[in-house]
């Protein structure tokens, strides 16, 4: 059984990775993949595929697609990442309970070469930067709903700077959040939606700081970090991400948990976390290949590649159709019965001497429209 590595530059935490799993002896091997024209509908010789860079390299994501309805287990899910931004995240999180710091996505300053004004009649214009800057209050932190790295991040202190600041960031979608003015910060590797470490962080100086850094944390802060981590993350259904917190009065704001290929190389993350994270990972991957549900059946479409699955939805789209086919029928009869009374009412004082219709012929008026749109109906669903 093999797992398949997809890496980019980074050559601290793949070759020690792989080393774990290959000194495991656990009957799974693991080695880096080499991909060329990719075949549709092929399966990899992999049960496992741990993508470290498919944001990077569109080839890589659409490849992995391929594998994951192939039945490989592929993490990230490449289908939910590539769907996946800042935003959405940000909604999300507030409805489930997390502290979210107020966040308000703004339409683009820019479009790409082709859309026009007149391509863009739905926006409002000019925005309301007032109401937007009073929801979020001053300073605030402009950035990309999709981003990563740290690029496009500005922090404004004033709507003038928001202008100055926004006229900058050309096509990509922003959005303007509540700035925390934070006391300590974390970044928190969550792996399997389970194993949880919680590194605080320095992002002033960007670095890592040891654990001893979180001794003044109550045992309730560590509880609540560690929750919402795990909450969030069963939500999006990682297997593996960090969640950045700032923490204010007590108060653990989720800032950033987009970071589904997070950095795990020794010189940044130094040689504790990097380990932890070798540890788990290899964990994770090893169990995977052994006893992992392949990442296809979290798909519709899988049901209707998989005989078992699909036949209870095939047979419950049948009871559908005939149910609403009975539906369509009494409904027909009704609106046929209305209408031959309409008719009646309307050509009765025109024709007095008209005889008057029998039941029996009424019926028989209405039947073949209620005949045909039923028909019709059950033709369509089938
Ligand atoms: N709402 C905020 N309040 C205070 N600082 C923030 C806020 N949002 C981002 N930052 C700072 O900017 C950095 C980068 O923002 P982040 O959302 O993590 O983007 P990226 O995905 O580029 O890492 C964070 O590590 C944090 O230091
Ligand atoms: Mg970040």
């Known amino acids: ?139 605030a932190i402009l950035k990309p709903h999709d981003g990563g790295g740290w690029r496009d991040v500005y922090k404004v202190d004033s709507l003038e700077e928001l202008w100055r600041d926004y006229d900058q960031t050309g096509t990509l979608a922003m959005t303007l959040q509540e700035f925390i003015d934070f006391t300590d910060y974390v970044r928190c590797y969550c792996v399997g939606r389970k194993e949880v470490l919680i590194m605080p962080y320095d992002p002033k100086n960007r670095r890592y700081l040891p654990q001893e850094a979180l001794a003044h944390y109550s045992p309730e802060m560590i509880d609540r970090i560690t929750r919402d981590t795990i909450l969030i993350n069963e939500a999006l259904g990682y297997d593996l991400n960090t969640v950045e917190f700032a923490i204010k009065d007590g108060v653990p704001y989720a800032i950033d948990f987009t970071n589904p290929a ?82 009646d009412q309307i050509t009765e004082p025109i024709k007095p001497k008209r005889a008057p219709r029998k039941p029996a012929e009424k019926e028989t008026k209405a039947a073949p429209k209620a005949a045909k749109s039923t028909k019709a109906t059950k033709t369509t669903k089938k």
């Open 1 to 139: 059984m093999k797992i398949g590595i997809l890496v980019g530059m980074e050559n601290t935490f793949p070759p020690a990775l792989i080393e774990k799993i290959n000194s495991m002896n656990a009957g799974v091997t693991a080695e880096y993949i080499k991909i060329g024209g990719v075949k549709m509908g092929e399966a990899t010789e992999y049960k496992v595929i741990f993508d470290r860079i498919s944001h990077e390299i569109p080839f890589y994501r659409s490849f992995l697609k391929n594998a994951v309805l192939n039945g490989t287990i592929v993490v990230n899910n490449p289908f939910w990442w590539s769907a996946d931004e800042k935003f959405f995240g940000y909604s999300l999180a507030t409805k489930l309970g997390l502290a979210v710091p107020k966040t308000i996505l703004l339409p683009q300053k820019d479009y790409i070469k082709g859309v026009t004004d007149a391509s863009l009649r739905n926006l409002e214009f000019p925005l309301d930067w007032q109401g937007i800057v009073d929801h979020v209050g001053m300073p």
């Open 262 to 343: 997070p950095d795990a190389d020794i010189w940044s993350v130094t040689e504790p976390y990097h380990n932890w994270i070798i540890e788990k990972m290899a964990n994770l991957l090893v169990d995977y290949a052994k006893n992992g549900q392949p990442t296809s059946h979290y798909h519709r479409w899988y049901k209707w590649l998989n005989p078992e699955a699909a036949s209870p939805i095939a047979s419950r789209a049948g009871e559908l159709a005939q149910e609403l086919a009975a539906g369509v029928e009494q409904m027909a009869q009704k609106a046929s019965d209305v209408l031959s009374e309409v008719i």
